[in-house]
């Protein structure tokens, strides 16, 4: 059985492909390195949340690694005992995230190394996912054909570009849609920083006529807050205070969360969707419950073709459209692999389990 090395970095990225782990673990014996924001020792000593989801992480997975690396531990492993790395993500962030660094002492021993997207984003610029080709992996998991036809327009060798879906999503199979709340999903809000123009606060509320929208469908509103840590938000109570003050403010009945231990079942939840282009909302498409996504709040990445993208004044009709059109299928199938039948984990391992078999 060939050893494997899964590196965390980051859980707000790789919670997409940490439910691999279990099936990894049928084909591969698989180790853990814990770096970054995954590590106790790390960066973050503490976390801008009430729920520690390293803590999650642990309880889940543990048991499938055969063993377990802390933070310092990447300078002195003994790389030639692993046939294969899989990283979180596909960045390098010098010694914080030293995937440039692993890269060669790995490659010594000509082992595979995988990256994986890291986020929905515009593919323009500074590409993560083509730029570190051959210097932080070999191989880089996109989530469907539309982000490998985006990065075709960068590179002609798209051979290194694997199509893995978003796993994470593999587990919505299990639930049922209860329609109970309208959920929003912003990106930033009006007491932080605001790098896109379109943030959550009173006026956002009156734009998007929240209240009719309650009232026309007579369901609960849930607002669900972006993970973040000290260095870029507010504390995390600070955040949740001030969006119930908003909905109190606009006569809204609702309630309002950051962190959450199952977030399919928050999207099984939603009678229907209001957000900017977070991949939660792949999510409720993959449902097939009626999103709006709203332009101006992020990048538009892989939302780029799906119909219900909108003016923050087209909501209603948006929602009412979907009702009627029912799931996107052509939609799923292009932007997630096996997105439509939630096989992404079935495709993802057999990828690797297909190089690894070719490796001499």
């Not at 590590?39 to 520690?52: L, M, R």
């Not at 010594?108 to 500074?126: T, V």
């Not at 912003?186 to 009232?215: A, H, M, S, T, W």
Request: aromatic share 12%; net charge neutral.
């Amino acid at each position: 059985m060939k050893n494997i090395l899964f590196v965390a970095f980051c859980y707000k990225q790789g919670e997409r492909v940490y439910p691999t782990i279990p099936e990894l673990s049928k084909h591969f014996n698989v180790s853990l390195l814990v770096m970054h924001a995954m590590s106790y020792d790390g960066v973050y000593k503490t976390t801008n949340a009430d729920i520690d989801t390293r803590d999650l992480f642990h309880q889940r997975y543990d048991k499938y690694f055969s063993k377990i690396y802390r933070d310092g531990d990447w300078k002195t492993i003994d790389y030639s005992q692993f046939d294969a790395i899989i990283y979180d993500d596909c960045r390098d962030k010098g010694t914080k995230i030293p995937t440039k660094i692993i890269y060669p002492m790995a490659k010594k021993h000509g082992i595979k190394i995988f990256g994986n997207q890291h986020g929905n984003r515009d593919f323009k610029g500074h590409v993560y996912e083509i730029d570190h080709h051959k210097s932080v992996f070999d191989y880089c998991f996109l989530f469907g054909e539309f982000h490998k036809d985006k990065c075709s327009e960068l590179t002609n060798d798209t051979s290194f570009l694997l199509l893995g879906g978003i796993p994470s999503n593999d587990g919505l199979k299990n639930y049922k849609r209860t329609k109970e709340n309208i959920l929003i999903i912003p990106n930033f809000i009006e007491v932080e920083r605001k790098p896109f123009p379109l943030v959550f606060g009173d006026k956002f509320v009156k734009d998007i006529k929240l209240y009719d929208l309650q009232q026309k469908y007579g369901k609960k509103v849930v607002v669900k807050l972006k993970p973040r840590d000290l260095t870029v938000g507010n504390p995390y109570q600070k955040d949740i205070e001030y969006v119930k003050s908003v909905l109190k403010n606009n006569s809204i009945e609702g309630d309002v969360i950051r962190d959450i231990e199952d977030d399919n079942l928050l999207i099984s939840q939603a009678h229907s969707v209001i957000g900017i282009t977070s991949t939660l909302c792949f999510k409720s498409i993959q449902m097939g419950i009626p999103t709006a996504i709203l332009k101006g709040g992020n990048f538009l990445g892989g939302f780029e073709n799906f119909s219900g993208v909108c003016d923050i004044n087209e909501i209603e009709q948006t929602i009412e459209n979907q009702i009627k059109k029912g799931r996107d299928i052509k939609y799923i199938e292009n932007t997630i692999k096996g997105g439509v039948n939630y096989k992404s984990t079935e495709i993802y391992v057999n990828e690797i389990l297909k190089i690894l078999e070719e490796q001499v």
